[in-house]
């Protein structure tokens, strides 16, 4: 009982007094430093374009695109932000609103937290989303007033419900009388665009701004200062920062997984009771956050999907090439074994396309000539990661 008393405490003593942070805190993926290196140009366009509203205009409705980790949401904040500040000090009460629809990712939503930022409360339910919007439109419209609505990951929600609510919130300048309203959309997919209405586009486009990925050089500049911030003195070499940069700046130049890369390497530093992150506390803590994030996308798949990756794992483990046509074979028999109804062929070459593009496996067509064209399928993670995801799904055994 002694024994374990101690080694407890020694535990919590460990854990309590970090070798290598200072503050991890900086590292997390909403923190939003003083300044961010390497968005000068977007930071000023987009304060060109919302200051307006410190003389009283109505800045033009900003369409904000660019891949995950570009720097879209902490520009937009630190913007934000920093005009908040401005309006007091000039005396001018600017009005905005952040929703995250990945989040908030309905309408009624949507609207009940603009009514949040505007200070009247809706209830969760109960209220048709039309008498919400008239409610909320009710009160912006008592005086006049700017209100900036910035909607992020504003694809979630038009995936979900459409983009009914962007077009009635882009025309209801029409309606009101005294206020007036902007839309910031933040989106990180591309492809979004195209799926919207296009007149919803070219009113919430009135202004673009878009981010283009980091190089490894801005990666290194934006790492170095937060380390600054997180770590002790010495605990992080140039080595060490220079190899999260190029990792991240090869996984499209996305910041967020630099950063990710890093506290998870000092975690792991921390957890052996190291003084200083190495290269080698890199190296796993990428694998580890490869896992994670390979486990959760598969555990949130449909069932026949993780029954096609079963398929792919038991071809390979055969030692077999996995073409589509081998891959749906083994599909239908496994399928049948649970007794399930398999899918039609087309439908798995579909869900083998998915696959394809959240990174799990890698799909590529050749030409075999008169037989015609075929995919040649391959695990893009580790199969164990497979197997113990479908073994907790009771799948396998
Ligand atoms: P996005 O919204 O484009 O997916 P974020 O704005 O969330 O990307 O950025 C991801 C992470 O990287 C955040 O922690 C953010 O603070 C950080 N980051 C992005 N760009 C910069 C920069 N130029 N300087 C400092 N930190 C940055
Ligand atoms: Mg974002």
Avoid at 73 to 98: D, Q
Avoid at 158 to 175: C, F, H, P, Q, S
């Amino acid at each position: 009982m002694g024994f374990l008393l101690n080694s407890i405490d020694s535990i919590f003593e460990r854990i309590a007094t970090s070798r290598v942070f200072t503050n991890k805190e900086v590292l997390r993926p909403d923190y939003i430093p003083e300044t961010l290196p390497h968005r000068e140009k977007e930071i000023e366009k987009e304060a060109l374009v919302l200051g307006t509203s410190l003389q009283g205009v109505r800045p033009s409705n900003l369409f904000i695109y660019g891949l995950t980790g570009t720097g879209k949401t902490a520009v937009t904040k630190y913007v934000l932000r920093k005009l908040g500040e401005k309006g007091s000090e000039k005396g001018v009460k600017i009005h905005w609103v952040y929703v995250n629809t990945r989040v908030d990712n309905t309408s009624y939503r949507v609207l009940s937290k603009i009514g949040e930022a505007i200070g009247i409360k809706i209830p969760f339910t109960g209220l048709s989303t039309a008498e919400v919007y008239r409610r909320v439109m009710g009160v912006i419209d008592s005086k006049p007033s700017i209100v900036v609505i910035v909607m992020d990951e504003i694809d979630y929600m038009v995936k979900r419900e459409g983009d009914e609510i962007l077009y009635r919130l882009t025309r209801a300048n029409e309606e009101l009388s005294r206020a007036k309203i902007s839309i910031v959309g933040i989106t990180n997919d591309i492809k979004f665009v195209e799926m919207l209405d296009p007149r919803v586009r070219s009113s919430l486009g009135e202004e673009e701004v878009v981010f283009p990925p980091y190089n490894a050089d801005q990666l290194r500049d934006i790492l170095k200062q937060r380390a600054r911030m997180a770590f002790k003195n010495g605990a992080v070499g140039e080595d060490v920062i220079s190899l999260c940069a190029a990792l991240a700046a090869r996984d499209h130049g996305d910041a967020r997984r630099a950063l990710d890369l890093l506290r998870v390497a000092g975690e792991i530093a921390d957890r052996e009771g190291s003084e200083r992150v190495t290269e080698d506390h890199v190296y796993r803590a990428r694998n580890e956050i490869e896992r994670d994030r390979a486990t959760e996308i598969i555990a949130t798949l449909p069932t026949h999907s993780k029954l096609i990756l079963y398929a792919l794992i038991k071809i390979s483990s055969e030692g077999r090439e996995a073409t589509t046509g081998e891959v749906y074979l083994a599909y239908r028999d496994i399928a049948r074994k649970y007794g399930l109804e398999p899918v039609t062929q087309r439908r798995a070459s579909d869900i083998i396309s998915e696959l394809d593009m959240v990174g799990i496996i890698s799909a590529i067509t050749i030409n075999r000539g008169r037989y015609g064209k075929t995919r040649i399928i391959r695990l893009q993670v580790n199969p164990e990661v497979i197997t113990e995801t479908l073994k907790q799904d009771g799948i396998l055994d």
